[in-house]
């Protein structure tokens, strides 16, 4: 019964671990800032940051992969949504 409860323990730690690695990974690789001369090769979009609702230009980010399949985190300025028209 202890080598059982053992090995389950030893699971878990091991699948918490990959997590830890995969996350580590993720946050290695850069951001990149976006210019408008800039040439993306966007393939598939995978996330988005949430556009604050401000009246003003702030920072957001976009993770996407390219066409030959690298991750990459592009980094642009955009209007909130907090302003109104009247």
């Given at each position: 019964?202890?080598?059982l409860l053992v090995?389950?323990?030893?699971?878990?730690?091991?699948?918490?671990?990959?997590?830890?690695?995969?996350n580590t990974n993720a946050e290695?690789?850069?951001?990149?800032?976006y210019t408008y001369?800039?040439?993306?090769?966007?393939?598939?979009?995978l996330s988005m940051s949430e556009i604050p609702n401000v009246c003003e230009v702030v920072p957001a980010r976009m993770t996407y992969?390219?066409?030959q399949g690298r991750k990459h985190i592009?980094?642009?300025?955009?209007m909130g949504?907090?302003?109104?028209?009247?």
């Amino acid at each position: 019964m202890k080598a059982l409860l053992v090995l389950a323990l030893a699971s878990v730690c091991a699948s918490a671990m990959a997590d830890d690695i995969a996350n580590t990974n993720a946050e290695q690789i850069p951001v990149e800032q976006y210019t408008y001369s800039q040439h993306l090769d966007i393939a598939k979009v995978l996330s988005m940051s949430e556009i604050p609702n401000v009246c003003e230009v702030v920072p957001a980010r976009m993770t996407y992969e390219d066409s030959q399949g690298r991750k990459h985190i592009l980094e642009y300025r955009v209007m909130g949504n907090g302003c109104s028209n009247g």
